[in-house]
């Protein structure tokens, strides 16, 4: 079926410390894959992408992981601030009859300690 | 740069009114998208709009409308609204690059639609 899920729905750590997000997609055919982040009152803001081709790309602080044989996708947050507080959303593209269609994950809400 | 802009912020109707939720996409942007938000139940794809046509359309009813006008900026109607129609709806924009699945969406801060 059409679904990308997430393995934790919330997530709390201290300021300074690495968090890693973790998503989980059904669809095998899904070629793109995104991470979102939504903080209260606004809309999602763009972190970072990553094609089925690759298994990793980096940005600045954050780490996107790509395992197709599990169909797994991860996000790393390195030296985690209070400012990274927020619901965190991976979706998948698939194109075909989907195509122009993001499907989301439930969301992780993380929450930064100081 | 401006990023996608989206009126009204908050709109509330009752059970069985129309609602019409306006969306202005980034400066050369082609591609509008709408997606809702209900509580505990994410974004749902509702509508994919580009050069003037619609694309793609998600699992809802009919009454979900929209269009969008020549200069791209969209708007979406809802007719004959229930209480579950109680949602975000966020519009987001792309490129439009055509069959490109890596064209990034951006979003817009939604609009907050409560129906009584």
């Known amino acids: 079926g059409e679904s990308v899920g997430l393995h934790l729905p919330t997530l709390s750590v201290q300021e300074g410390d690495n968090s890693i997000i973790n998503c989980a997609y059904s669809n095998s055919a899904s070629d793109y894959f995104i991470w979102y982040k939504q903080e209260s009152g606004k809309g999602p803001q763009f972190i970072i992408d990553?094609?089925?081709?690759?298994d990793k790309r980096q940005g600045q602080r954050v780490t996107v992981l790509l395992n197709k044989t599990v169909k797994h996708l991860s996000l790393q947050i390195a030296a985690t601030q209070p400012g990274d507080s927020a619901v965190y959303f991976c979706?998948?593209?698939?194109?075909?009859?989907?195509?122009?269609?993001?499907?989301f994950g439930q969301g992780t809400i993380l929450t930064v300690h100081p | 740069e401006a990023g996608v802009t989206q009126s009204p912020t908050h709109l509330i109707k009752t059970r069985g009114q129309q609602a019409t939720l306006r969306c202005s996409p980034i400066?050369?942007?082609?591609?509008v998208y709408w997606y809702q938000q209900a509580l505990g139940l994410g974004l749902q794809f509702l509508l994919w709009?580009?050069?003037?046509?619609?694309?793609n359309r998600g699992n809802f009813p009919p009454r979900f409308s929209g269009r969008q006008f020549p200069n791209y900026s969209s708007e979406l109607n809802v007719n004959a609204l229930e209480l579950e129609d109680s949602a975000l709806y966020l519009c987001?924009?792309?490129?439009?690059?055509?069959?490109?699945?890596?064209?990034?969406?951006?979003f817009g801060p939604g609009t907050r639609l409560t129906v009584l």
């Open positions: 990553i094609r089925s081709n690759m």
């Open positions: 709009y580009d050069e003037g046509e619609e694309r």
């Open positions: 979706a998948e593209n698939y194109g075909g009859t989907s195509y122009g269609k993001l499907t």
């Open positions: 400066s050369g942007h082609t591609s």
């Open positions: 987001a924009s792309s490129t439009g690059t055509s069959g490109d699945l890596t064209d990034t969406q951006y």
